[in-house]
């Protein structure tokens, strides 16, 4: 072969090359480009090498030379493309950022309207000096029932009525308790008077669900233990929840009621837009009560209520269905 075809065959080699490398924009096609312009097996550098064998032995070191050349800058190209694609890689967003576009709207969540209701009870609840306490969702008979003057026979403890846990089937089931007065009985088991708390939780209880009844639940549950308390303080504290909660100038009134753990026990109404509405249970502490968590009856005396948490949040915000409250509708929720 004569040196010139040969010089001509490394030039269309470098042309080639050159035009090959310039549209490539990924790591794949770049690999393509170097399997058949450098490759070791087949490429088309090895070929021309291959061609140096047959130039005229006097040729072969101008030709060797030339070979070196079209191999190194063809090498350097492909480096150079390399380099491109990775910074690219690196930074094409900030490349491609177009200020112009209007921003995304960074979107807020905000608290559930029953855990606002909670945190808002609990803050007027504090201001009168209660303590805010939490209790176990799962608890035992004694203190869903027994400690509560609630014996073995009453219909409150009725199966039907109560999520019995199947796990723990034998002498005394557990059960998913049915009222937050369970929290009482924690607290005077493990603390001495005076005693002022408050718990807001959940409950559970086998109602099917409607407009005003769901399955789960929450109660607001106030206890207060201290010397010559009575039914008076009783009213002015829940006339004050009740005002501060719904705002304005609150009535209250007691009809009479039972409850096992309290004596005398009331329903207690407040007034609002010119109605009576139901709000729960109350009275003073039972002295059978206050001898099961080892008070002397004869020395304390005290009160406690308890309370629907979605029926205050849905008066408080216009709520017809309580179970919108757990439909998690955010069309719903948002507007709280
Ligand atoms: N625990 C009662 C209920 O769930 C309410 C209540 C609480 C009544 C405290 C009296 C005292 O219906």
Known sequence: MAIG???????????????????????????QARIE?????????????????????????AGGRHFNEAKA??????SGVQERLAAGAAAPVAAGIDVTLPGEAVRFGHIHPITQTIRRVQEIMARLGFESVDGPEVEDQWHNFEALAIPAEHPARDPLDNFYLAVARGADPLLLRSQTSTVQIRVMESRRPPLRIVSLGRVYRPDTAD???YPMFHQVEGLLIEPGTTM??????????????????????FRPSFFPFTEPSVEFDM???????????????DPAVLSAVGYDPER???FAFGLGVERIAARRYGVADIRDFYRNDVRFLRQF
Do not use: N
């Not at 040969?6 to 770049?30: K, P, Q, T, Y």
């Not at 490429?43 to 005229?56: D, E, F, T, Y």
């Not at 800058?73 to 492909?78: E, N, Q, S």
């Open 73 to 78: 800058a063809v090498t350097a190209l492909f």
């Open 271 to 285: 007034e609002w837009g010119g109605r009576w509405i139901e709000m729960g249970g109350a009275g003073m502490v």
């Open 232 to 253: 008076a303080h009783l009213k002015s504290v829940l006339r004050q929840l009740a005002a501060s909660f719904l705002g304005g100038d609150v009535h209250v009134r």
């Open 211 to 213: 407009a005003t009844h």
């Open 37 to 61: 312009f450098l490759g070791a097996r087949s490429g088309r550098l090895k070929s021309i090498q291959k061609l140096l064998a047959g130039l005229a032995p006097a040729d072969r070191p």
């Open 300 to 302: 304390v005396s005290g």
């Open 5 to 31: 075809s040969f010089l001509a065959e490394l030039v269309s080699f470098r042309d080639a090359a050159a035009a090959a490398l310039g549209g490539i924009a990924d790591e794949a096609a770049l690999e």
